[in-house]
């Protein structure tokens, strides 16, 4: 299955999902750890996902257990754990999505799970399920080659908007990983490294000051007139 990145707006996310690995793409038994990035130190955000066999529930219910606070892991990892994955408030806000995949197929493309900014350092992987030296690997993106490398990886220094697409690479003719969509967003902040933790960061700022600013504005406008009350009492008779 694989469906389209959906990327909430950011000034509506108080929560990121971020995944460890950062990837899309598992392997049969691996491991995945599923956070919930509070933006405003609230409680209450829990893991959920929609799978083709399951529909729709939320971490420890059938799949995964909480290890510590909003944390979601999921020790053997299956291909029917394949599916969309999001964080979800006691009030039924949500965070951004991310496409989870479980392959059987003997290569994946290890990319980033969530979207990346414009101007970041975007490196992709191309990982065998057994490792060869005689392996060249290529890469291609919405089907057409865009490089190859004996080291199994290939990096975009300065990703753009036109870097967006689909994703895949093969180790040998007819051994291709699955598609991973790339997800280009743009340039909010300096160029970083770590996609995710900028995205969070950004949109904490963005929340704090969605919060913040009535208080401050009714704190300034309170004192405006508790001000012009004291002019008023203070002015002598008759004037």
């Not at 729709?56 to 909480?66: E, Y």
């Not at 890469?139 to 190859?148: L, M, N, Q, T």
């Not at 990096?155 to 908007?161: L, P, T």
């Not at 991973?180 to 970083?192: G, I, N, Q, R």
């Amino acid at each position: 299955m694989w469906d389209r990145m959906h990327l909430t707006p950011l000034c509506l996310m108080l929560s990121c999902l971020q995944v460890n690995p950062d990837r899309s793409q598992f392997f049969r038994y691996d491991s995945i750890s599923l956070t919930c990035k509070d933006q405003l130190n609230s409680t209450g955000w829990k893991v959920k996902r929609n799978t083709s066999e399951g529909g729709v529930t939320a971490c420890s219910f059938g799949w995964g257990f909480i290890s510590s606070g909003s944390t979601c892991v999921i020790g053997n990892i299956y291909p029917s754990d394949t599916g969309v994955y999001w964080c979800e408030s006691a009030d039924g806000e949500q965070s951004n999505n991310i496409n989870i995949t479980v392959t059987d197929r003997t290569v994946l493309l290890e990319s980033p799970a969530g979207p990346v900014f414009e101007g970041a350092a975007v490196i992709l992987r191309c990982k065998p399920e057994r490792t060869s030296s005689d392996h060249m690997f290529t890469f291609y993106k919405d089907g057409r080659p865009v490089g190859s490398s004996s080291t199994g990886e290939t990096s975009i220094r300065r990703v753009s908007k036109s870097d967006e697409g689909l994703y895949t690479c093969s180790v040998a003719p007819g051994v291709e990983s699955i598609g991973s969509w790339l997800a280009v967003e743009d340039s909010l902040t300096p160029s970083s490294s770590a996609p995710a933790a900028a995205w969070c960061s950004v949109s904490r700022l963005v929340c704090h000051l969605l919060v913040g600013t009535p208080y401050l504005l009714s704190t300034i406008l309170l004192g405006l007139i508790y001000r012009d009350r004291n002019r008023g009492k203070a002015a002598p008779a008759g004037v």
